[in-house]
Structures are given as C-alpha cells and as structure tokens.
Nanobody, 123 residues
Framework: QVQLVESGGGLVQAGGSLRLSCAAS????????MGWFRQAPGQEREFVAY????????NYADSVKGRFTISRDNAQNTVYLQMNSLKPEDTAVYYC????????????????WGQGTQVTVSS
C-alpha cells in the first residue's frame, strides 16, 4: 500500500492560483495511476482529474477543464494539481488517490487516499 500526503491548500481570492502536491511513499509510485478528487461540505466526493502511470494520459472534470492541470514526477514520487482562475465553487477538501493499473474517474476504484487539504476560494 502506498501512503499519500497532500499539501499546498489554503485561502485564495477568486481568480487566484494554488498548486497542490501529493507525496507518495511506501510503494512503487510508477505503478499507480493517480487521481485528484474533492469534497465540499454536504456533498459527495467528486472526480477532479487523473493521470496515468507514465503521465501520458490525463483527464479532467468539465468544471475544471482549462483551469486545472495535473502532472506527476515519478522520480520525486509526487503528483501535482495546478489550479488557476479559481472560483468560489472550487472550495472543498482536495484529496489525492492512487490505484494500481489503469486510470479511473470513480471514487470507489481507488484504494489509497491521502488525508486531504482544504482549499477555500473567497469571492
């Protein structure tokens, strides 16, 4: 099992940017497809973005497409989420997740999760 630790969250004004990081340990990072998810108060956890094991394939939720970019550095065992043009509706706890094999947008298909990092966007 891989352990995941997110960082980089915080409070930002609408239109601003944040870069989230997720550091992995305890496993062979390059074997894991990685995803970012978020959960706002009172809502279900939702897919934000994923990246394949080698970093070639990426996908985004429609709500963040064109504003967020997922990337990974397998040498540093880290996955990133660059968030630009942030909106108040992006406010949520952001989680990174890992699964061996292929990418997925489904929460239940990931079996390794970080503790989450809070992102708050003020209007």
């Amino acid at each position: 099992q891989v352990q995941l630790v997110e960082s980089g969250g915080g409070l930002v004004q609408a239109g601003g940017s944040l870069r989230l990081s997720c550091a992995a340990s305890g496993g062979t990072f390059s074997r894991y497809a990685m995803g970012w998810f978020r959960q706002a108060p009172g809502q279900e956890r939702e897919f934000v973005a994923y990246i394949s094991r080698g970093g070639v394939a990426t996908n985004y939720a429609d709500s963040v497409k064109g504003r967020f970019t997922i990337s990974r550095d397998n040498a540093q065992n880290t996955v990133y989420l660059q968030m630009n043009s942030l909106k108040p509706e992006d406010t949520a706890v952001y989680y990174c997740a890992a699964r061996q094999g292929l990418v997925s947008i489904r929460v239940y298909e990931y079996d390794n999760w970080g503790q989450g990092t809070q992102v708050t966007v003020s209007s």
